[in-house]
């Protein structure tokens, strides 16, 4: 499914800029859903050294979670092949972490979109990086799940439980574990599900997979009881509106499980768009994010105490329980029970489409974006900027460098002294402040 992600950033960039009432410059990963480093690139093609170094830059890792160490040790790699880009390297600090740009700021946004988290407090200790948190899955959900607002289902269930379980790598391996439980207690026969034996992005399978947390490891061979797919994790933002119409409850399967961070993504709100009511296996506490969003959960319908649970492996197993207790509702309690949640259902359905939910989620992004630039301004670098540069083209050999044009993408002597001249400007509206 090919979703035009650039526009979420272009309705970013032009909300920055309103704000900041500058040019801003984005970089985003292309294509989506990447995590190479080399694949952060800028929104604007046509931006050269010039406007990548006077303008404030904006890092965005807001569809994946962060993860700080990883991008701490794979770093930007564009290898240098000739004298010049050699050059430039050596005068210029090196890449660190996610912002590899030296601009006359001292720092950069990251634009990412968790809570909890101590991936925020090590870019926050890098001093080199202004986390700016939005909830960008509920503005990418009401776009990817816009149908779901005029779809009429018509219930036929034939399953209580729908469970979407496709890649099962990283943050994802207690999806296995999960499948193994559900056999355990005898509950597949009631779900709507399949697993994918092969890992989509690994290319092995789970028997050949070294887990990071072993506890996740089944010990049964999972296909003997599921139907098996083939689907990868990018099929989460589709939906079949006949899993939905043959099944009473989604359980939501989430990105984060074994983790402490508050991180949602378009699985919790998939259902929702859909009308469907749902069981969350997320990080403790993510009923109640969802919650603080305006949103209804089920905990006058079903136990939803396995939210609060700090252990995962026994929340998983209270998820699991929860199942069972659902499935061994008698027939009139589970009309009853059902149709209650149905209500709520149609309830956060009309919610998420709402205006209302949306200028909640964008005055959120707007109001911590003002601080950002706040704090932005408040700790320019345009002093070290004007020295360090000051000295740098003092070399007899980048004198002679910046002679010669290299393209928009390398520093002349002309746009040098461009930007000397705009840093020295911002520097005495600073001191005159």
Not at 187 to 206: A, D, F, M, R, V
Not at 263 to 276: D, F, M, N, Y
Not at 295 to 316: C, H, M, N, Q
Not at 349 to 378: P, T
Request: proline share 4%; with cysteine.
């Amino acid at each position: 499914m090919n979703i035009p992600l650039d526009r979420l950033y272009h309705y970013i960039a032009n909300i920055a800029q309103e704000i900041y009432s500058d040019r801003i410059v984005i970089y985003r990963f292309w294509p989506h859903g990447s995590k190479n480093i080399n694949d952060l690139n800028n929104l604007y093609s046509t931006d050269g050294w010039v406007e990548k170094t006077i303008y404030p830059n904006i890092w965005c890792n807001d569809q994946e979670p962060l993860d700080y160490d990883f991008y701490k040790i794979n770093l930007k790699t564009n290898e240098p092949k000739t004298h010049d880009d050699i050059l430039l390297n050596r005068v210029l600090r090196s890449p660190k972490n996610l912002n590899y740009r030296f601009t006359i700021f001292k720092k950069g946004l990251l634009l990412h979109s968790e809570k909890r988290s101590t991936n925020i407090e090590k870019y926050y200790n890098d001093d080199e990086l202004i986390p700016v948190y939005y909830w960008s899955h509920a503005i990418i959900a009401r776009d990817w799940f816009r149908y779901g607002q005029h779809v009429t289902q018509q219930k036929k269930s034939k399953k209580t439980f729908l469970i979407y379980s496709r890649s099962w790598s990283n943050t994802r391996e207690y999806r296995l574990r999960f499948a193994e439980l559900l056999i355990h207690l005898n509950l597949q026969q009631h779900c709507k599900t399949s697993i994918n034996p092969i890992e989509p992005e690994l290319g092995i399978h789970y028997d050949s997979h070294q887990f990071k947390n072993s506890v996740w490891r089944p010990q049964t061979v999972l296909e003997n009881f599921f139907s098996t797919t083939s689907a990868h994790s990018g099929s989460s933002a589709d939906f079949d509106i006949e899993d939905y119409e043959a099944t009473d409850i989604e359980v939501v399967l989430e990105t984060l499980f074994d983790d402490d961070r508050l991180h949602l993504t378009e699985k919790s709100l998939r259902p929702i768009a859909l009308g469907q009511p749902f069981i969350l296996a997320g990080t403790q506490g993510s009923l109640e994010y969802l919650r603080s969003y305006g949103f209804k959960t089920f905990g006058d319908i079903w136990d939803e105490s396995y939210d609060l649970v700090e252990d995962p492996a026994e929340r998983l197993i209270q998820i699991a329980d929860l199942m069972r207790q659902i499935e061994n509702w008698g027939a009139v309690m589970q009309e009853r029970k059902l149709a209650e949640a149905r209500t709520i259902a149609d309830y956060n359905r009309q919610h998420f489409f709402s205006q209302e939910f949306f200028d909640l989620v964008v005055d959120e992004l707007k109001v911590n974006l003002a601080s950002a630039f706040k704090e932005l301004e408040s700790c320019n670098n345009y002093t070290n900027w004007l020295n360090l540069w000051g000295e740098i083209t003092n070399y007899p050999e980048f004198i002679k460098f910046l002679e010669n044009d290299h393209g928009p993408q390398r520093p002349t002597r002309s746009t040098v002294d461009l930007v000397m001249e705009l840093a020295q400007r911002k520097l005495a509206e600073k001191n005159t402040e």
